[in-house]
């Protein structure tokens, strides 16, 4: 007889984004069936909004980071060691997948932008930057950014306007 252990939703995405080099977050979310194990009280959705936006926040702030950072020689910017840190950049894969699956229910949780791009997907460009950083920690610890990371970093950068840490911490922390 064989055993079947059913996974609740979080292992679920935790082992499909651990697993998953895709860096769609629209193809990462519908492997995931979210319409099923995922819906959630769209009170509690509302009440998770400023969560999401401190995700986003802090996953745009690394993304814009990236560059400074390399060009520096490796600098001391706030939040630096973050870029190297697999495990850091692979729950922030998650939570953009958990953003993007409950703006499907309710867009009051989604995180806000300052872009200068009307219709410009932010969580889309933000997870595949992320994903492409986070595979170059998990692979390399040499931590060697292809040049067409940064630039996708600077121009995303060059879209979106980014809560410095400064703003983040006074605000969140």
């Not at 069936?33 to 009280?41: A, I, L, S």
């Not at 703006?103 to 995180?111: A, H, K, Q």
């Not at 997907?121 to 931590?143: G, K, N, P, Y």
Request: glycine share 4%.
């Amino acid at each position: 007889m064989r055993h079947v252990v059913l996974q609740c939703p979080s292992d679920q995405l935790s082992q499909s984004c651990s697993h998953s080099v895709d860096a769609d977050i629209d193809s990462v979310v519908m492997k995931l069936n979210p319409e099923r194990k995922f819906v959630v009280e769209v009170a509690t959705l509302q009440s998770m909004q400023p969560l999401m936006q401190w995700v986003a926040d802090l996953a745009l702030y690394l993304v814009t980071l990236l560059p400074a950072t390399l060009h520096s020689g490796g600098g001391t910017f706030a939040g630096a060691a973050l870029l190297r840190n697999s495990h850091v950049l692979a729950t922030i894969r998650e939570l953009l997948v958990v953003a993007r699956i409950w703006g499907l229910i309710s867009n009051e949780c989604l995180p806000t932008f300052s872009s200068l791009v009307s219709g410009y997907d932010v969580l889309r460009h933000l997870f595949r930057l992320i994903t492409r950083i986070w595979l170059v920690s998990r692979e390399s610890s040499a931590h060697d950014f292809d040049e067409s990371i940064v630039d996708e970093c600077y121009s995303l950068s060059a879209q979106v306007c980014a809560s410095s840490l400064q703003f983040m911490h006074a605000y969140y922390w």
